[in-house]
């Protein structure tokens, strides 16, 4: 059965002081328009989870900010059996034109598939109306559209996923996806390079967006982050820290409880050590081993140079929909152990507890704001939210230059991309560079910033959704 989950209505006010007066008024048009395309309507989103992972960051933050402007909507996640899943993670691998598992996409995956869909839209159709615009989340939600489209609704499809050069394993996951997909009125990718032909007639580009004003992205002093890597145990705990706390959602003030649960590998960075950070789920096409082993070099060739690495990502347990994370962990620990103790030492690895979704993304704020340097080492990305999150803290970037990555970084005007995903000693060579040169890495975090700013915050999201479904109507 599908669940709902609620979210608070935001008023969009929060964005005016950051905002011209034309472009203040153009929200406000905006926000007008998209209450009378969808009056008398519900705008539903539908995917296949409520925590962890870049779509169930983006949702919750979009559509309080549509309730706040006076819209409709509701957020539903389908679920699925532990079959089901393996299935969808091996479309989201093929998408990206990946192997994955190389588990079969055959007769038999298309019928549990279709099954676990045929139950969830069953019950989603007491709840849509005829009329209603329903956003399909991701390969997890495609085979809703054809019974929600026979009952009246508007379907459209988004994917967050993607492949710049597309293959027969590409291929072979829009054939699985096709006859969903038929259904759908529109389409809409982070990504030209994305669009497959099968949707070419009726496909629109999106980027995402991350919301300036989430616990995730709130302003924290310096200080305050340190104190809450202090309390939580990812770094040592300085003398005289502040207070580790952060402001809720709903305005009231909380304190990262200590130890929060932390599951970590290695000694405690010193305080003032700097830190080289990658937060990611626990997935192989995320590379973490790879950012281990790229830091490795690094400190082989230069065991002088002041830097720890950290690693981290949800508990494996909060993921539902990730069958794949624990043994992920599981490996990058196995390579943790194979490191001579120097290494060990310098390298840690965090899984943060997603109990309290937002305690958790005060503790990957303060990470983000805490590094030296961000990376993002993906051997594949659709769109790679950690790197916009840490570029509007102007903290200096080192990306792969693969998919949305190479929209979001511009090299060497705000971030660095390293060309081939697969060469370490590049990757290693540009983490390098940002950690000796910090003029260097100072102005690629401004230029960081105002990049974010201008392209990837709700705002131009807003208007470009409000666009979306002013063509479902033409
Ligand atoms: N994230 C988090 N806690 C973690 C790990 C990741 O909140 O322990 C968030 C991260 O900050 C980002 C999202 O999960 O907002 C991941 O999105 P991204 O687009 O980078 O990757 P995806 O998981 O969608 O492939």
Known sequence: KPFEVHVQARSLACFQPALTGAEWAALQANAEQARDQLAGHTFWNVNSTARGGGVAELLPRMLAYARGAGVDTRWMVVQGTPAFFRITKRLHHALHGSRGDGSPLGPSERACY????????????????????????????????????????????????????????????????????????????????????????????????????????????????????????????????????????????????????????????????????????????????????????????????????????????????????????????SVWREQPRFLRQRVHLASLPMVDPEENAAIVNALQRHAAVVVQKSLREGFGLTVTEAMWKARPVVASAVGGLQDQVRHEVDGLLVRDPGDLPAFAACVRRLLEEPVLAARLGTQAHEHVRVHYTAVRHLSDLVALLEQLDS
């Open 114 to 333: 279709d099954e676990v869909l045929r139950d969830n839209a069953e019950e989603l159709l007491v709840l849509v109306r005829p009329g209603d615009v329903v956003l399909l989340h991701d390969p997890q939600t495609a085979g809703l559209a054809p019974t929600l489209a026979a009952a009246g609704a508007r379907v459209i499809w988004r994917c967050h996923i993607g492949c710049d050069t597309p293959d027969e394993e590409v291929a072979r996951a829009w054939a699985f996806l096709a006859p969903g997909l038929s259904a759908a009125r529109l389409a809409v990718f982070s990504r030209a390079a994305y669009v497959p032909p099968l949707l070419a007639d009726r496909s629109v580009v999106i980027p995402p967006s991350i919301d300036i004003f989430a616990v995730k992205n709130q302003p924290m002093a310096p200080e305050v982050a340190s104190a809450i890597l202090g309390h939580t145990g990812l770094v040592a705990l300085a003398p005289e820290a502040p207070e580790p706390v952060f402001t809720r959602t709903d305005g009231v003030p909380a304190r990262v409880s200590r130890g929060a649960d932390i599951v970590r590998l290695g000694s405690a960075p010193a305080p003032g050590a700097p830190l080289v950070v990658q937060v990611s789920r626990w997935d192989p096409l995320k590379d973490p081993v790879g950012v281990l082993r790229g830091f490795a070099l690094l400190l082989r060739e230069s065991p002088d140079l002041r830097a720890d690495l950290v690693l981290a990502g949800p508990s494996v347990l909060s993921v539902a929909d990730d069958p794949e994370a624990a043994a992920t962990l599981e490996n990058v620990i």
